[in-house]
């Protein structure tokens, strides 16, 4: 591959980044189809972990605001919300008013973040009843051994950190386990809304790419950047 290409690739994404790929001595043009095969896994999981948070957040409003008789659930101590929480609906609705918009229940739920979704599943909510009521109630197509607020805790906690790695445009390719957490989504999903989860199937690219692996990257780069 093309020093020249390669040198400018670096300066322009910055050497620590670009080092991720390469620490086991790689040339080159394997780091850089590295970084390509990790941006397109990310890339991949996109879908899937959209669907998984929307439905998260869709599931748990609609629960809650039957619980609790009202849209507006987050203002109801029926809701159980610990001060995290609590503080998290403040925040919301301060983002709202200072972007002079009016404080409706779909606006200040879609401000919501996903950490405070998936918190009705820890240990907090464990104690207030919350996530055991939600375990069922959310996950109707779980299969009951699946139905445990510590179980559903674990399995979100793990989508949230390949979540949070994907968007912050961290290394992935090297996770063994990231065919097993791919499938964890896709899976969680249908136990929500089973029509979600073949809705999601057409958009999902994952397997063919991680099958792929680093050929086609490799042979991309050798195309459009041979060694002069």
């Given at each position: 591959m093309n020093p020249a290409f390669f040198q400018q690739i670096e300066n322009i994404l910055h050497t620590e980044r670009v080092d991720a790929y390469r620490q086991d001595g790689a040339d080159p043009k394997l780091t850089l189809?590295?970084?390509?095969?990790?941006m397109a896994l990310s890339e991949s999981l996109y879908p899937t972990l959209q669907f998984a948070e929307i439905a998260l957040r869709n599931a748990v409003h609609r629960e809650l605001a039957a619980r609790c008789g009202t849209h507006a659930w987050y203002d109801s101590p029926r809701?159980?919300?610990?001060l995290w929480q609590?503080?998290?609906?403040?925040?919301?609705?301060?983002?709202l008013r200072r972007n002079r918009k009016r404080l409706t229940s779909g606006r200040i739920i879609a401000e919501l973040t996903f950490g405070f979704w998936t918190g009705f599943f820890n240990n907090?909510?464990?104690?207030?009843g919350i996530g055991s009521?939600?375990?069922?109630?959310?996950?109707p197509h779980a299969p009951a051994a699946e139905q445990y607020q510590s179980r559903l805790d674990r399995r979100w906690q793990d989508i949230r950190d390949l979540r949070n790695r994907?968007?912050?445009h961290e290394r992935i390719l090297h996770w063994r386990d990231l065919d097993v957490r791919h499938q964890a989504i896709l899976e969680i999903i249908a136990w929500m809304s089973p029509e979600l989860h073949d809705l999601a199937k057409p958009l999902d690219r994952f397997v063919s790419i991680r099958n792929g692996g680093l050929n086609p990257w490799i042979a991309e780069l050798q195309n459009n950047w041979p060694q002069p």
């Open positions: 189809a590295r970084y390509m095969l990790n809701a159980r919300l610990t609590q503080d998290k609906v403040t925040e919301a609705k301060a983002t907090a909510h464990a104690r207030t009521f939600l375990s069922r109630s959310a996950f994907v968007f912050h």
